[in-house]
């Protein structure tokens, strides 16, 4: 699998679906060590996010936590937001998990980011985030422009774990 990060065709309607994924060359278990079992880290290896923490459960709202989960959630701060991230689904075995997003902007209605890392014939693995993002209606005719926008908002935060992980493979 290549490491651009594609979009997935649009459907119809207002929502918007986006996937970006990309190859690490490290073992699988690395990688969702970090991006997996270190959940509420990710400032320490994303330059997206500026800082972060773990959520507790009095702190998800309404939201059910998955089972088994390290964390809750985590709460994001980046220059755009600060988001709860709820982990709602966690396999640790599968290496898969999904998060649903409080405290979007108005015009996104939700949003629900799945995660998965996967082993590739070379030893590395494949991280793949799968993007549904809930619009509100108004916002239809900017779908392509979102797209793109959170496409490389996405790229970006799986290029910074590439980057994190292979450097501490390599040391």
Known sequence: MADDAKPNRPPEGPDLFVEVNRHVAAPPDRVWEVIGRQFADIAAWSRTVRESRPLTLDEVGHLRV?????VPGRETISPAATLREVLVDWNDTERTYAFDTLGLPRLLRGATNRTRVEPDDDGGAIVSFSVHIVVHPALSPLRPLLRRRMTHTFG??????KDHVEAAVRS
């Open 66 to 70: 998955a089972p088994g989960a390290p």
């Open 156 to 161: 970006g935060v799986l290029a910074d774990l």
